[in-house]
């Protein structure tokens, strides 16, 4: 019913950027929160950063300052600017939304496949 098309991932080194985005198709009505997961190997999945349909951003400890939110609303569409990346950003990032579909009454989360994000000298 509702897809997360993840792109912008790549290899690349300290001190660089990246740009990932995220656009959501599918029978949506409504998206909150609109955000970004990643999991490191051998550690658990966690949140980076989210948006939500006012606009609201949260951002973990380890990223404020150097990653930033934008997009979602109407285009269902968000992006994750990352600058000043460190060798422990290194992870799979995962697009995520929390939707309510036409035709619904419940909210039910959503993942994308996932983006490498590498970053190494």
């Known amino acids: 019913q509702v897809q997360l098309v993840e792109s912008g991932g790549g290899l690349v080194q300290p001190g660089g950027s990246l740009r990932l985005s995220c656009a959501a198709s599918?029978?949506?009505?409504?998206?909150?929160?609109m955000g970004w997961y990643r999991q490191a190997p051998g550690k658990e999945r966690e949140l980076v950063a989210s948006i939500g349909s006012s606009g609201t951003t949260n951002y973990a400890d380890s990223v404020k300052g150097r990653f930033t939110i934008s997009g979602h609303n109407a285009k269902n569409t968000v992006y994750l600017q990352m600058n000043s990346l460190k060798p422990e950003d290194t992870a799979v990032y995962y697009c995520?939304?929390?939707?309510?579909?036409?035709?619904?009454?419940?909210?039910?989360?959503?993942w994308g496949q996932g983006t490498q994000v590498t970053v190494s000298s």
């Open positions: 599918g029978r949506i009505f409504s998206i909150d929160p």
């Open positions: 995520n939304a929390r939707v309510l579909t036409y035709g619904s009454i419940l909210w039910n989360n959503y």
